[in-house]
């Protein structure tokens, strides 16, 4: 067996692997509670010859070769569930109420560990150091893991750093990739509009936060639409819009929430710039006050262009070159992967897992599941990728 090509050895791993991402499945644990899970991965890496070190408080960090003089090269899996309930009958669902796999992480860590596994077992043959990094708290909910195990030195002597995800809004067997932005940067808004509430039959004695809060709503749609001209490049979305009690109360106060996604700094100032004179020109010509909070979410992901090529490269040997494309980027979606490509030279990349033509449930849908299938891909590709690369780096 050689290392140059594992095919039969991801081929021979591939039932394990997928019976450990079920067993992932079944246990998902929020961010920074992946304690089941991070003994899980140091076990597998411990049994390997890796001496995995804490990191980020639930993640881990191991080294193929700690004492290598040559470049390092990092592969990212993220570890963490979502806050949702489950909606599936698989053998394997989640045993856990409100918790679920519905973002494929298990997938991934599966995915990582399989890597672990073929690395070891040519570790004499391979020069240069390849790092793993298993990471906690990729969602929003206490987010940021990536954010940690940066401050916590996790890509000290990192060279490069490559990631993916799973995407079933793109087809099966399609990898997607592209130099620059990937996914956006992310803000999170919260309005509060204070008026003067009353009865509901005398609106001329109220200042209606009702009201007002329709018109911002209404009002912040053209942030988009009137402020960045045809090239736009941003979302604005309000997601919760909270008030009142009753059908004969104009209540005091009335409290909106959203998102701002944006990929270059001068659109996101542009986007902010907008937002707050809508709101101060809302808040004059209802006579209430308008509170705005913005809270800053992940940067955004973007990706180096020669690791990109790396990509590219290895995804055309893996999957065929008409398979590997930059359609549909980048996604307005966030990612704190950002964060080790704001660090070390990055690449981050799709694999799609819509089958055929059905309507194959997305990341964070209640009926969503990883696909299996991913998992020989996935392997093949980070593999390919840390030979490609110290292959030219030695
Ligand atoms: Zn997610
Ligand atoms: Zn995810």
Redesign the pocket.
């Given at each position: 067996m050689s290392w140059t090509d594992p095919r039969a050895e991801i081929e021979a791993l591939t039932d394990r692997l997928r019976e450990i991402r079920h067993d992932l499945h079944r246990h998902p644990e929020l961010g920074f509670e992946e304690v089941r899970t991070q003994a899980l991965v140091r076990a597998w890496l411990e049994e390997r010859g890796y001496q995995p070190r804490n990191c980020a408080e639930t993640g881990l960090v191991a080294d193929l070769h700690p004492h290598s003089e040559g470049p390092t090269i990092a592969l990212r899996a993220?570890l963490d569930c979502l806050p949702m309930q489950e909606n599936t009958d698989l053998p394997y669902r989640s045993v856990h109420q409100g918790r679920a796999h519905k973002?494929?992480?298990d997938g991934h860590t599966a995915i990582l560990l399989g890597v672990a596994d073929i690395l070891a077992r040519h570790r004499e043959s391979v020069r240069g150091n390849i790092r793993l990094l298993f990471q906690p708290a990729?969602?929003g909910v206490r987010g940021g893991g990536a954010k940690v195990m940066v401050e916590e030195g996790a890509l000290a002597g990192v060279r490069e750093i490559y990631g993916l995800?799973n995407w079933p809004a793109f087809p099966k067997g399609e990898l997607r990739v592209q130099v620059g932005p990937m996914l956006a940067q992310v803000h999170m808004l919260s309005i509060t509009i204070r008026g003067k509430g009353g009865h509901g039959s005398q609106p001329q004695l109220c200042r209606d936060p009702i009201v007002a809060g329709a018109h911002l709503v209404s009002a912040l749609q053209t942030v988009v639409s009137r402020g960045l001209g045809y090239a736009g490049g941003a979302v604005v979305s309000i997601t919760q819009f909270t008030a009142g009690t009753t059908h004969n109360v104009i209540p005091d106060v009335a409290r909106l929430k959203g998102t701002i996604r944006t990929f270059e700094p001068s659109t996101t100032e542009r986007v902010l710039e907008r937002v707050r004179e809508v709101i101060g020109g809302t808040a004059a010509t209802f006579a209430v006050d308008i509170d705005l909070q913005i809270e800053i979410g992940y940067p955004v992901t973007m990706n180096d262009a020669s690791c990109v090529e790396t990509v590219v490269r290895v995804g055309a040997a893996v999957l065929g070159r008409e398979r590997v494309s930059n359609a549909g980027l980048p996604l307005a979606g966030g990612e704190d992967f950002a964060y080790f490509a704001q660090a070390v030279p990055a690449a981050y990349f799709f694999l799609g897992a819509r089958r055929g033509d059905e309507d194959t449930p997305v990341?964070h849908h209640p009926d969503f599941d990883f696909d299996d299938d991913l998992i020989p891909t996935g392997v093949a590709m980070f593999l390919g990728i840390v030979r490609d690369r110290l292959a030219a780096l030695t």
């Open positions: 993220d973002c494929g992480h990729e969602e995800h990341c």
